[in-house]
């Protein structure tokens, strides 16, 4: 009995045991409307329909359900139509059943994981099953040991180091001696396969490939500081270099984007970096506790993008974003963005009224959710720039949606140090006379519009500032353009002022006229790279910085005698959807803008077609009804019994 009393607890109750199992996974129910709708012949369902049909359904656990603020849209055929969506979790072995037992009008759809932009060559590789190998002594473990200093060769804490060898790449940061320790699994007398090593500012990474490592030495990394290669950095640092390649060293000081609202779905902003502090809106889709944990940027991506667009600083020396003075919104996604947190974005921004949006995201799954939102946007004029990818293959999601803008990456030569991973992406055979390369990890397809810089850009990231590579890059350097545009060019301040479908395709149509091709091939950069050399001669300031204390249309307003239906311009295939019901339009429009806009004749770029008038917008861009929202107005009158 004594000797019973002395159990413990633990060793008289056995730790419970399950199965490890797939658990449940997350879908969209959403209605079908719009095109989508349309090409089927579906009438949409009503709002207490579609909620009876969810709620019917079986082991279906209702995460949240998505409402827009917004009551009626371009896309609504009936005062009661259905605009709700449902994020639920559905058993991985009833998920078929409930897609098969959906009526039509409701679409079902994995909640995808969305990416910001990892470049395929820093990706965590397909892991070798090293567990399946036979032989005993098929590999071996060494502790490999770093020490990473930085300029005056001081203790760099807090570099992630990530080394590669056989399986998985081991990871870890270094500590306050700037220390850390790696296990390195390799076949014997292996080396390692790669070690990459990046500070969390200031410092330009390094990446070294089949690197010699000691194992009982410390071996030492020593990181370039940002300023030993780049000019003035940072307090006279003004312009990046894609912002120089693309003219914004030339455009007058004073045009700053007053008046143009822009919308940047990422992974926050840091409103504490002094050159980020003029950013006062947006929210926290990742946190429903605390939606204004939108400043906090945990993972640097979303703050550089918005110094890439919108940068401000007052003494007129650092950094300058191509838009200072727009009105910025950020919308937090990241980390754990899925398609449900862009569907909230997107209802943002339509019940907000942005006038361009960025998304440096993507998926390699489509979402015709997304999709018919996406088509919403674009109804009310909403012009959405997205980032290619970054996976090296084709383009992802949502840049390769017909209703978006796609971005492919180019770089430069000796725009960063060699022992940079930014130097392995220089493919043979892409690069042009001129320094212009179009790097490996872009993605690539026809539905690439354009191209834009995105190898190296330095830009705001939290405490201080960030070197970093990608077509999330690239995305924002057009996604300012076109708010320059938007606001200062006389086209954009007069008929085209109104936000509506013409102007996004007359807005995609100039920025694709002012591209300068290279011959890597449309499928890589599509019409070329923007550039405003010239074009600074006709923009002028806004109507916001001329003084004018009227609302403008072109935040939410409707000019007098402006249609409502757009007209497609070239390259943009807003009407794909519909497939030949917008193919006879296709012609009217092919004239507006048929070559590149004061490309400069240099190495490199392949100047072809006429040089276009800047102030030339064709009448079709203006006048024409685009044939889908002239469908959909004749569909409310049929169901509304007009």
Known sequence: MAEDSTKSPSAATPTATRILDQGKRQFIIAPRRGSQALSVGLRPMSTAAARAAVGQLPGLEIVRVLRPRRAL????????????????????????????????QLLVEEDAALEYGTPAGLAPPVPTRLASWSLPGGVETRQIRFRVVGEGDGLLANVGVSLAGEGFPQEGRTDKRGEVTLPLVTLPGRRARAVFVSAPSNYWDQYLTEPELAEGDINVVRLRAIEETVAGFPDHFRYGWGQIQMGLDRVPETLTCKGVRIAIVDSGVDTSHPLLRHIRRGVD????????TWTQDIVGHGSHCAGIIAARNESGKMLRGFAP??????????????????????DYYLEFEMDVVNLSLGSSQRSQAIEQKLEEAALHGIACIVAAGNSGGPVQYPASSPYTLAIGAVGRLNEYPDKTWDATTVLPGMVAPDG????????????????????????????????????????????????????????????????????????????????????????????????????????????????????????????????????????VAFGQPLGPMVAPMAGTFAQAFTGPMFAPQEGGAVITGPVVDPLYIQASLVAHAWPVQALLESLRRQYGGA
């Open 285 to 292: 889709l990742t946190n429903n506790g605390d939606p204004q």
């Open 325 to 346: 003075e727009a009105e910025i919104h950020v919308l937090k996604v990241f980390p754990g963005g899925q398609f449900s947190s862009l569907i909230e974005a997107l």
């Open 436 to 571: 212009i390369f179009s790097p490996s990890f872009s993605c690539y397809g026809p539905e690439v519009a354009m191209c834009a810089p995105g190898v190296a850009i330095v830009s705001t990231v939290p405490g201080g500032f960030e070197p970093q590579s990608g077509t999330s890059m690239a995305a924002p350097h057009v996604t300012g353009l076109a708010a320059l545009l938007l606001a200062h060019h006389p086209a954009f301040q007069g008929p085209l002022r109104a936000r509506s479908q013409q102007r996004v395709g007359a807005l995609f149509t100039m920025i694709r006229s002012m591209c300068v091709p290279y011959t890597f091939g449309p499928v890589r950069t599509g019409a070329g790279l923007p550039r405003l050399h010239g074009l600074e001669q006709v923009l002028q300031p806004s109507l916001q910085q001329a003084g004018r204390a009227a609302p403008s249309p072109g935040n939410g307003g409707q000019a007098a005698g402006m249609p409502v239906g757009p007209s497609p311009a070239p390259g």
């Open 73 to 104: 849209s371009a896309l609504s055929l009936t005062p009661d139509e259905a605009t709700e969506v449902y994020v639920v979790r559905i058993d991985s072995d009833r998920a078929e059943l409930v897609k098969q037992m959906m009526p039509p």
